[in-house]
Nanobody
Framework: QVQLVESGGGLVQPGGSLRLSCAAS????????MGWYRQAPGKQRELVAT???????VYSDSVKGRFTISGDNDKNTVLLQMNSLKPEDTAVYYC????????????WGQGTQVTVSS
């Protein structure tokens, strides 16, 4: 069973930075989309950022200009650089990789906690 292993979460002060990493436990066929999502207490999971195999990036309005996503299909890794963090960025962050064409897949990480607080 493929696992996505996330790391890099933690506690940071407002204005600080964190970098989240996500790596697959085994080599996968190239993903169509790699992304990060987050879920705050009492809220639904929401998109943070995605990047396609061709390098097209999408960001939620709330993180645009502060977060940067990068994906490496050769290494099956996806990173999220988070700068200028705000308390409202506090959430559990999940990575996701999916492939539409055969062999298709859709894998989620276990989540990593990010807390922004003074």
């Amino acid at each position: 069973q493929v696992q996505l292993v996330e790391s890099g979460g933690g506690l940071v002060q407002p204005g600080g930075s964190l970098r989240l990493s996500c790596a697959a436990s085994e080599i996968l066929f190239s993903a169509d989309v790699m992304g990060w999502y987050r879920q705050a207490p009492g809220k639904q999971r929401e998109l943070v950022a995605t990047v396609t195999g061709g390098g097209s990036e999408v960001y939620s309005d709330s993180v645009k200009g502060r977060f940067t996503i990068s994906g490496d299909n050769d290494k099956n890794t996806v990173l999220l650089q988070m700068n200028s963090l705000k308390p409202e960025d506090t959430a559990v962050y999940y990575c996701n990789v999916r492939r539409v064409v055969s062999p298709s897949y859709n894998y989620w990480g276990q989540g990593t906690q990010v807390t922004v607080s003074s």
